[in-house]
C-alpha cells in the first residue's frame, strides 16, 4: 500500500508535496485514513511546506472536511490527525486551512 511506503520514507519537504498530489488525484481513496502517518511526518522539524504542497494540502483537506468529517469526528485518531494536519498549514500561512475550522 502507499500509505505504508509513505509511512517508510524519510520525511522532507518534497515527499510531503509528492504525497499531497498523490492525495489529489488517484490516492483519494486513501483520506481520511492516512492523515495520522501525515500527521507525523509533518511534525517533523525538518519538514516545511512548499507552496505547492500546501496548494494539494488545501484541495485534499478540503475533501476531508466536506465528505468525510463526520467520521472523522467519531474516530479520536483521525480527528486529532486532521488538526494535527490543519494547523500545520495554518501555520505556514494557509487561509483555507484557517477557513476549514469545522472540524474542530
Not at 9 to 18: G, K, N
Not at 53 to 81: F, T, W
Amino acid at each position: 500500500m502507499l500509505g505504508d511506503a509513505f509511512a517508510r520514507l524519510q520525511p522532507c519537504d518534497e515527499v510531503i508535496e509528492q504525497f499531497a498530489a498523490h492525495l489529489t488525484t488517484i490516492g483519494r481513496g486513501l483520506l481520511p485514513g492516512v492523515m495520522p502517518v501525515l500527521a507525523r511526518k509533518l511534525t517533523e522539524p525538518c519538514v516545511h511546506l512548499t507552496d505547492a504542497a500546501i496548494g494539494r494540502l488545501e484541495k485534499a483537506l478540503s475533501n476531508v472536511v466536506h465528505s468525510g468529517a463526520p467520521h472523522v469526528r467519531q474516530d479520536p485518531q483521525l480527528r486529532d490527525a486532521t488538526l494535527v494536519v490543519r494547523g500545520r498549514m495554518i501555520d505556514a500561512g494557509s487561509p483555507r486551512a484557517y477557513r476549514m475550522r469545522e472540524i474542530s
